[in-house]
């Protein structure tokens, strides 16, 4: 964060205490003090995670279930890379419209990403065996959904990523339950966004192009939804159209978004690439975005191990 940002978040709790709350997760920092970034709105723009090296707490409130955490993320730089862990609490209240099916938990999580991002020589397709992304407010990003259309009940247990018609959980048809800030909680509890997190940058009309709002699983950044466009800021195009015409088989019917094969790539059609990546001011980065891929559509670089899921 910069200067500006940082003269907005006030002193929360010794990091001690923020330890404590990573339930004993083996963290090192060069503050005196954690920062609450409660509601906190990124205003930095640097492409380095060891820009960001900083313990924050925040309180959170789960709406509907009327109970108070406190979220704890420790974000530290060591040589080529940064790590970034948190009890998975986000800085904002939650589930005031989510129809959870497991109840929100509290986590020990933890992950590294390079400071000196590279694009391979080929990019890597998303998966279900990685996380994508982690915000800094500690939270993942974890855009597909183990759910196909046919398969079981259609929202769990479609593991093969060449099964047809996955559903897209961004998409209201979809219904997967999300809350207000586009995120639900996975079977053990865990708090994570499947696209826009309505949350740490300026969702309307920002006087400047949108803050650095976390990292993806290869190192490079995510900006928020505004980039800058000569003498103004407008909100980024994906190069994602939806195709014409019915769907061939499966579901049947129109598509409309509701599954991750209603949308094909169209190189040039938007800003951003096929991983709705682009260069801003001489830097690489991942773009949030009103439709999909929402803010991913594949890694340009290598995904950190520390993001292989855990199950």
């Not at 503050?31 to 707490?57: K, N, P, V």
């Not at 929100?104 to 400071?115: D, I, K, L, M, R």
């Not at 826009?196 to 949108?210: C, E, V």
Request: aromatic share 10%.
């Amino acid at each position: 964060m910069n200067d500006t940002s940082r003269s907005r978040i006030r002193v929360w709790m010794p990091v001690r205490s923020v330890a404590a709350l990573l339930g004993g997760l083996a963290i090192q920092t060069g503050t005196s003090a954690a920062h609450d970034i409660t509601d906190a709105m990124l205003t930095d723009r640097s492409a380095s995670c060891a820009e960001y090296a900083a313990s924050h707490t925040a309180t959170a409130t789960d709406v509907q279930n009327r109970r108070t955490f406190t979220a704890a993320v420790e974000i530290t730089h060591s040589g080529d890379s940064c790590t970034i862990a948190s009890n998975a609490v986000p800085n904002h209240d939650f589930n005031a419209t989510g129809r959870f099916a497991t109840p929100f938990s509290e986590q020990s999580q933890s992950y590294t990403v390079t400071a000196a991002p590279a694009a391979a020589a080929r990019t890597t397709p998303l998966s279900l065996q990685y996380d994508n992304a982690v915000f800094l407010n500690g939270v993942k990003l974890d855009l597909l959904a183990a759910g196909c259309f046919g398969v079981g009940n259609g929202r769990i247990g479609c593991f093969d990523m060449n099964a047809p018609y996955r559903y897209d959980p961004m998409a209201p048809e979809a219904g997967f339950g999300a809350d207000e800030h586009n995120a639900h909680t996975q079977p053990d509890g865990t708090y994570h966004y499947h696209g826009n997190p309505m949350a740490l940058f300026d969702q309307d009309d920002p006087s400047a192009p949108s803050p650095v709002i976390g990292f993806a699983a290869d190192g490079f950044p995510i900006f928020g939804s505004y980039i800058p466009d000569g003498d103004t800021v407008r909100k980024a195009t994906t190069s994602y159209r939806l195709k014409s015409g019915d769907r061939a088989g499966g579901p049947g019917g129109a598509h409309d978004g509701t599954f991750v094969d209603d949308w094909e790539y169209v190189a040039g059609s938007g800003d951003l690439d096929a991983c709705n990546g682009m260069v801003q001011d001489g830097v690489y980065g991942y773009v949030v975005t009103e439709t999909y891929p929402h803010a991913m559509g594949c890694f340009t670089g290598t995904p950190d191990p520390s993001f292989r899921k855990r199950r």
